[in-house]
């Protein structure tokens, strides 16, 4: 009974922020990439807006995503890209 307890703390916890960022995929060059919701990416004129990050990624730090999904990749320890969707690139 424990462990199902824990796992129901765990799932409340967890859950808010779940539908913000989604599922976790391997971009170009080994990139570790987290998919953003299309809700929470505002376009802006010189790039795109992560509101959940509250995080500005610039037009030149953006590509087109393969598969028509937002996308934040890790290119380093503290940058990242965003692949985007042609609809929107």
């Keep these: 009974m424990h462990a199902l307890t824990a796992a129901a703390c765990a799932a409340v916890v967890v859950l808010p922020f779940?539908?913000?960022i989604a599922s976790h995929g391997i971009g170009p060059n080994h990139q570790s990439c987290?998919?953003?919701?299309?809700?929470?990416?505002?376009?802006?004129p010189h790039g795109f807006?992560?509101?959940?990050?509250?995080?500005?990624?610039?037009q030149e730090e953006v590509a087109p995503s393969s598969d028509g999904r937002f996308w934040r990749c890790a290119t380093g320890a503290e940058h990242h890209s965003l692949r985007v969707p042609l609809h929107a690139y």
């Design 49 to 58: 807006l992560l509101v959940a990050l509250d995080e500005f990624v610039p």
């Design 18 to 20: 779940a539908g913000h």
């Design 34 to 44: 987290t998919e953003v919701a299309e809700a929470d990416v505002a376009i802006l």
